[in-house]
């Protein structure tokens, strides 16, 4: 995932084409938290009433904290890939239209066609921990909204990243040719 840099010599000779991926977050990753915790404080609570609790050694519940802390990383961990990894989506432009697939398996499912000429306005807002942009796409018709994670270091955290800059720069093209 990179910075598409529009050249003029380049678009002179070949016409525009750019394309690549994005990741969004879940909708249900609120939910996928409490799971992990509630799973957590559930197993804590059967692990120290079946076994710490009948037995007298002093050593039990340390043990069983733990085989708890051990299973909670283990889940957690799994559910915070998930969380911070995102839903992956494709993106190709070229030099009318600008499309955006979702990757289920081996199959691209077209979400969303954007074109240029209908584009009002591109806007930015940082998510809670910088940890993405919630990209709102006004169009003529209606607005999109996408809830863009980054996964690189934190200092190339900028939305240059993400693609919808492209829907930027288009868009006045589009408005000059119109003219």
């Known amino acids: ?7 003029d010599a380049y678009e002179e000779r ?5 394309m690549g991926c994005f990741y969004c977050r879940y909708k249900s990753e609120p939910l996928l938290l409490a799971a992990v915790a509630a799973v957590t ?10 076994i710490v609790l009948p037995q007298s050694s002093p050593m039990l519940g340390p043990a069983a904290l733990f085989l708890d802390c051990a299973v909670f990383f283990c889940i957690g961990g799994g559910a915070m890939r998930v969380v ?7 993106y190709e432009a070229d ?11 081996k199959d691209k499912i ?25 990209v709102t796409v006004a169009t003529k ?10 996964r690189c270091v934190k200092n190339m955290r900028n939305p240059n990243q993400l693609p919808f800059h492209i829907l930027e720069e288009r868009k006045g093209m589009a408005a000059k040719s119109k003219e």
């Open 14 to 18: 070949f016409g525009f084409k750019a």
């Open 41 to 50: 404080i559930a197993l804590w609570a059967v692990v120290y009433r079946v």
């Open 1 to 7: 995932m990179g910075t598409v840099i529009l050249t």
């Open 84 to 90: 911070l990894g995102g839903k992956k989506f494709l």
């Open 110 to 134: 077209l979400t969303d066609t954007f074109y240029y000429v209908d584009i009002e306005e591109v806007s930015y807002k940082r998510m809670f921990l910088h940890r993405g942009e919630n």
């Open 141 to 150: 018709y209606r607005k999109y909204k996408y809830r863009c994670v980054y």
């Open 95 to 105: 030099g009318k239209e600008f499309r955006i697939y979702y990757e289920k398996g």
